[in-house]
Structure formats: C-alpha cells, structure tokens
C-alpha cells in the first residue's frame, strides 16, 4: 500500500544488498537438473520460498538498490548486522545483544520495534535488546543521526516483523511453515508459522519459536561457561483494511529469555568461573511488547503512519545461590522492570509553493519509560522519565536535480529520577542537501544539530538513592556532519554501485556515569567534549546470476578534554578500528541453488588508553549454501558453516581488557556447521 517515494517514514532513503545466501555442492548432487523448456522460463527463475521468509536491511550507509536477503539461519543479531559499515553488534550471550553504530552503543540509538521503542538501561552486564531475528521482516539503519524525525545522537535501528501479507503466496487464503535448525556449536532451534486471510479486508497470523542452547566452544576449543539455555519467542499479528488507503494492525510479542547463566554474561566464561567461583545463577530475561499501528495513504496529499505501544522488559536473577563474594544485600531474588509506553505519528504531505515542489513530514514523538527494581523483599526503586517531542522537515526541490532539506525538532524531557527531578529541552535544527549529477551519480552533505538528556540509572542496580547527579549537569548536544556520494547504474548485464560517506561527529558535555566507593553508588556528570570520525565505503557489482559487495568502514573517537580515546563504562576504547566486508554470491538456476561466500577483516584498534592492550585484529569467513527443489514446491534446504577457519576473536563492540587481573574477552564462537530445513505451503 505504502508507495516507494515515501520510505523515509520508516527509514533512510538508501539500501544494502543482500547477504550471501549459502553452499553445498552436495545439494547438486542431490538434485536433479531442472532444464528449461525455453529461454523465458530460465529467465524467470526466483526462490520464491526464499525471497518470502528474506529480511531486507536498509542502511544509509550502503547503496545496492531494493533487494531482499535471503535467510542467513540467524540465531544472533550480529548475522544480519555486522557486516554493515559502520555498524557492529557486541555480546555473544544469548542475553548480551548489543548493537554498536561508530562506537556508540545502543543506549544512543534509536531502536524500535515494530514502532516500539526499545530504549532501556537493564544491567551494564546484559544487553538490553530482546529480539530474535527469525522473525524480522526488514530492518532500517541510519548510520549517524541525520534527519530530525528520529531520535538517537549516534543514529537509528527500527526493526519490523513479519505479517500475513508477506507470507501469503498469490491467490492463497491460508498458509503454515515449519522450520527446524541445527548448529553445531551449539544449539537448535524450530518454529512454526500460520497465517491466512479470513476476509479479503483482514488477516492473522500465528508464529512461535524454540531456541534451545548449550556452552559453545571458540576457535581455540575452549568451552564457555554458562550460556546453556532457552529461548522462545510468540508473536500474533492482526491486519484490518477498511479501505484501500488504510490499514490497521495490531500484534503482540511475547520474548522469553531462561537458563542458569553465568553472573556477568558480557565477561569470558574464565572470567566468570573465578569471579563467582564456578556457580551459575537461575535468570529469566522477558520482554512482552503490544503495538497498535495505523497507516493511511492518499497519495501526495497525505500519507500518515502512526502507533501505540507499550514495550515491557523483566530481569529477574535469583542471586540467593551465589556464595562467597558477593554483595550482602542481593543474596535473594532479584528483579528489574523497564516498561516504554508511547506514541510515534508520522505525516508526510506533497504541496507545491513559491514555484518550488516540497515535501513536508512532521509528527509527533512521546515516550514515558518507567524503572523498578527490588532485591528480595527490601524497599524497591522507582523512577521516570517523560520524553516528549515535535519534528517538521521539509525537503524543498528547487530544481529537478537539486534539493534541500531544511528541519526542526523541538525536545522535552522531564526526569523524575531518586538522583535528580531535574527538566531539560532544546530546539535542534537540521540541514540536508543532495545533487544528482548524472541519473546514476548523487552527492550529498548534511549536518544536524545533537540533544540528548542524561538517562535513568539502569535497573538491576540498588544505588538510586545513593546515585549523584551533578548539580551543573547539562544535557549532551553537538552535531553530526556528512558528506558523501551515491552511485547506481547498469549497463547491459552489468550492475555497478557505491556509497562512500565521511563524517565527523562532535558530542558536547558527554555524559559518563562512573562508580563511587565513598558515594556507595555512581556519579553522573559531564565528562568534556568527544570527536568521532571517519568514513564508511561500500562498492557492488553484479553480473547477470552474480553478485559481490565489498565495505569498507572506519572511525577513531577523541576526548577532545585530554586528548585520550572515548572510553567505555569499562574503561576500554570505544572504537571498532577498520572493518573491511565481502560478500559474493551466485545463482545455479538449473539447480534451484543459491551459493555464498562472507568475509570480514577487522584491522587491530590501537587507540587505547596508554599502556592498556590493543584491541586485537582478527579475520572471520562463512559459506553458504540455499536449496529449493523444483519437485517439492515450499521445500526449502539451507546449510552453512561460520567462522570455516575457527578462529579466535573478540568483536571490538564486546567486553575486552583486564578486571582484577583476569582476561574478560568476551570470545566469539569457533566454527559452527549449520543446517536447516523448512517447508511453507
């Protein structure tokens, strides 16, 4: 319904190509060829089966045009994001998901799903995102805050899941797959999906989910220490079309997080052993996220796209079997609750003015989210904070190859907090322009101008009362500056494409928490003024059934107060160092079968604190292979290995360094030999 010139709503204009998609050559032996009876039936092949269960990834730091990728047999989010420039997820626990844009971390994104915001601050050794990436239908990047309709000083990450619509094959009324998943290092995993139209103006659609887990090994051999779990995830999804210009959608989410897991799950499992001495800790992390959204079309006249949510997430650890050293006060069971209650409308209308063509998008963003917590029976915390905010933007065409892009967002945001009942608000300003030089080469720059308030303590924390917000602190501002250039074009059979994009971000009056032995609880304060810069380059060729793609990103942070790197909570660097991607894939349609290749090189991060230890380089490459038999119509067999050369790394965005003299690498896993089969009808 939703027309292609109006996707800046949901995301940045531009796109990322598709992941590889995977190997065997053992499915061509299994095959048999599929000869075509002409040319056009060659010609018209598709993975019908795979384009439909796809996830399709925009990124403003890519452009490859609009096309979906096709399963990855995902079981972390850093397989459908890592290799984007300029992005990188840290964590490997199951609980420990944590999406890293040029060094900035998720509690300065923008992060929604299906509409909902997801911003929290759970525990600093847990990640706080809850999503399975099965399920996800399309996710949409800005790297670098760049347009005033969203929020986020260092960008925005808004996921939305699947629905009936997607799934439905043309003509069909009702639909189901089922899907089962093996990995050898080390879990399994099964779903299964029903949806259908009950009328021609609604649809429903049903999908649960079982994730069950062990210890990995990393590359080394080594086994990790309590990651053994489960996780299930269920989702309801109901659409109503009253009329062909609205659509009304409502669903729930249901995310269940179990196991007995390690204290510190973004530490090394060594790290843990001898901090808690071996033991685990019974912990449940859940997340129940209701959305309604609305949409309605009449063409340039006026398109609006608004929702309602409530996004709930629980920790609860029952730290009563933690022996030894171990803070007295939490030898009991434990909780925190962070529930985001808001709403998110979006409007976009096309007038013409002055001579001049413009394009007008303007919404309103509210955001209530609300902490507790309670350590067994003792008195629990309770805090607020209300964020509230308008946006207008205008992208103004003063000639068919030129335009800007002028806007306005006015923020409030009242904290009402045990450290602080303390306001803050400010009118931020944006401005945008691109040239269209040719119709295959456009460049652009923009800047925008950054507001962020400090942020509620995290949860599972029992300093709130002890907690000191400094009495002259202000709210983080700045901007964020871009120039770049976008390339597309195709000539005969051959397709050529690129973005680079180089930036500068100036964050003013960072804000830092540190923890206070005399205070018994944290300082928030200013800590002075950090630069981050650097570039993001992405190039792609396709050729007929072959595609590549290659990416290149970097970004180096200053403490422009001493000169230092940007620091962590940890104490660490918060740069990636060089990330360099390649993707190539190919397309055997005699066979039905798609084959992949991925390769990643991270370039060792030397901008550290003086004496602290480099973050390591390392080199990770993945195969791919994807089936879809013509005899057996929804069948669908996919097989892969991670990491084929098991080696031992640590993501730059994870837990690195040293803590009371042990290692807390935060290890990925070794090689991990995957395969999966599912069939929709």
Same mark, same amino acid.
């Given at each position: ?221 080594? @086994? ?52 808690? #001495? ?5 912990? #449940? ?51 925190? #609750? ?103 080469? /456009? ?23 002890? /907690? ?32 680079? /994009? ?20 944290? #300082? ?11 570039? @993001? ?23 422009? /107060? ?42 060792? @991060? ?76």
């Amino acid at each position: 319904m939703k027309p292609q010139t109006r996707a800046k709503i949901a995301s940045p204009p531009c796109t990322l190509s598709p992941l590889v998609i995977t190997i065997s050559s053992v499915f061509m032996a299994l095959s048999t060829p599929a000869y075509a009876q002409d040319t056009d039936d060659t010609a018209s092949f598709q993975l019908d089966t795979l384009n439909v269960w796809g996830v399709e990834v925009n990124s403003s730091s890519e452009w490859v045009g609009e096309e979906s990728i096709s399963v990855k047999q995902p079981d972390h989010m850093s397989d459908l994001l890592r290799d984007i420039p300029g992005v990188d997820v840290g964590g490997t626990h199951s609980v420990n998901q944590r999406i890293n844009i040029r060094g900035l971390n998720e509690t300065d994104l923008d992060i929604r799903l299906d509409g909902a915001s997801q911003q929290a601050k759970m525990f600093h050794h847990i990640g706080n995102l809850t999503l399975n990436p099965d399920i996800i239908k399309a996710v949409d990047i800005e790297v670098g805050s760049n347009s005033v309709t969203s929020d986020g000083v260092g960008g925005s990450v808004y996921f939305e899941t699947k629905n009936a619509n997607d799934l439905l094959q043309s003509g069909d009324k009702v639909g189901a797959r089922v899907h089962a998943s093996y990995g050898s290092n080390s879990y399994t995993q099964g779903s299964i999906t029903a949806y259908g139209k009950p009328t021609d103006s609604t649809d429903v659609m049903l999908y649960g989910v079982n994730t069950s887990r062990n210890n990995f090994e990393d590359g080394q051999g080594v @086994e990790t220490f309590g990651a053994e779990g489960t996780v299930k995830n269920g989702l309801v999804k109901f659409g109503w079309e009253p009329t062909d210009e609205q659509r009304i959608q409502v669903s729930y989410d249901v995310y269940q997080d179990k196991g007995d897991y390690n204290p510190r799950p973004d530490m090394s499992g060594d790290a843990n052993q001898y901090f808690a #001495e071996g033991q685990l800790v019974p912990t #449940e992390y859940k997340r129940d996220t209701i959305a309604l959204n609305y949409e309605l079309d009449k063409g340039d006249p006026l398109y609006v796209k608004a929702n309602v949510y409530r996004n709930h997430s629980e920790l609860a650890r029952d730290e009563s079997v933690i022996t030894g050293n171990w803070p007295s006060n939490r030898h009991s069971y434990n909780t925190a #609750e962070n529930t985001n209650t808001g709403t998110l409308i979006t409007a976009q209308t096309r007038v013409a003015g002055g001579g001049l063509d413009h394009q007008l998008t303007y919404g309103l963003d509210i955001n209530q989210q609300s902490s507790e917590s309670q350590y067994g029976t003792a008195y629990g915390m309770a805090e607020e904070l209300l964020k509230k905010a308008v946006f207008l933007e205008d992208r103004i065409a003063l000639t068919q190859s030129l335009s800007i892009t002028p806007g306005l967002r006015y923020t409030h945001v009242n904290r009402d907090a045990s450290t602080s009942d303390t306001s803050f608000s400010d009118l931020t300003w944006a401005l945008a322009a691109d040239y269209r030089v040719t119709d295959a080469l /456009t460049v652009f720059a923009s800047t925008r101008e950054l507001f962020k308030a400090p942020e509620l303590l995290e949860s599972f924390v029992a300093y709130q009362d002890t /907690t000191f917000l400094a009495d002259d602190i202000r709210a983080e501002s700045g901007f964020n500056s871009e120039i770049g250039a976008r390339y597309n074009t195709h000539i005969k059979d051959h397709g050529f494409g690129g973005s680079l /994009t180089v930036f500068r971000t100036d964050i003013d009056d960072h804000i830092a928490e540190v923890y206070s032995s005399d205070l018994a609880g944290y #300082e928030i304060y200013n800590e002075g003024d950090v630069r981050l810069q650097g570039f @993001e380059l992405s190039v792609n060729y396709s050729y007929q059934d072959f595609s590549g793609k290659f990416g290149y990103s970097r970004v180096k942070s200053t403490n422009r /107060t001493d000169g230092g790197p940007m620091l962590d909570a940890n104490g660490r660097s918060t740069d990636l160092g060089d990330a360099l991607s390649l993707n190539l894939d190919y397309d055997l349609r005699a066979y039905n079968l798609r084959l992949g290749w991925g390769s990643i090189w991270v370039l060792e @991060e030397d901008n550290v604190l003086a004496g602290a230890p480099a973050k390591a380089a390392y080199d990770i490459h993945s195969l791919y292979a994807q089936w879809a038999p013509k005899r057996v119509d929804g069948l669908l067999l996919t097989f892969g290995i991670d990491n084929v050369f098991d080696e031992l790394y640590v993501s730059h965005a994870s837990r690195t360094g040293l803590a009371r003299g042990y290692t807390t690498d935060d290890y990925e896993p070794g090689r991990n030999i995957k395969a999966s089969v599912s069939y929709q009808f």
